[in-house]
């Protein structure tokens, strides 16, 4: 009768454990909505949004002609291409965090994680 408790009890911890690991995912999955993305900018306006989880390569043209090439993989965003004379936003490395930026002032581009 004892062990019979004890048992009820471990499946009843056990139970527990796998709603609150189940609610925890439910709620980790939620709380990522709306997804990261990554926001592309010219001069303040906003041109396209990536979502941060799709590997993409995209290639952002301002308007003098400078380009910069985007590319978004493992869920970081980078830029791997730039006609602008510093490379700056080139050395500026992979960006995967919200708040996290990569400029480039010669072409007045903005890379934001939103
Ligand atoms: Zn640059």
Not at 14 to 35: H, K, M, N, Q, T
């Amino acid at each position: 009768m004892k062990e019979n408790k004890k048992r009820n009890e471990f499946i009843l911890i056990g139970g527990l454990l796998l709603a609150a690991a189940v609610f925890y995912g439910i709620f980790r999955l939620s709380a990522r909505e709306p997804a990261v993305y990554v926001d592309i900018s010219i001069d303040g306006q906003t041109i396209r949004e990536f979502p941060l989880d799709q590997d993409t390569e995209y290639v952002i043209e301002s308007e003098k002609g400078g380009i910069n090439r985007l590319v978004i993989e493992d869920g970081a965003a980078r830029i791997t291409e730039a006609s602008c004379p510093d490379k700056l936003c080139i050395s500026q490395g992979s960006a995967s965090e919200r708040g996290q930026t990569i400029v480039c002032l010669p072409n007045r581009v903005v890379i934001t994680i939103k």
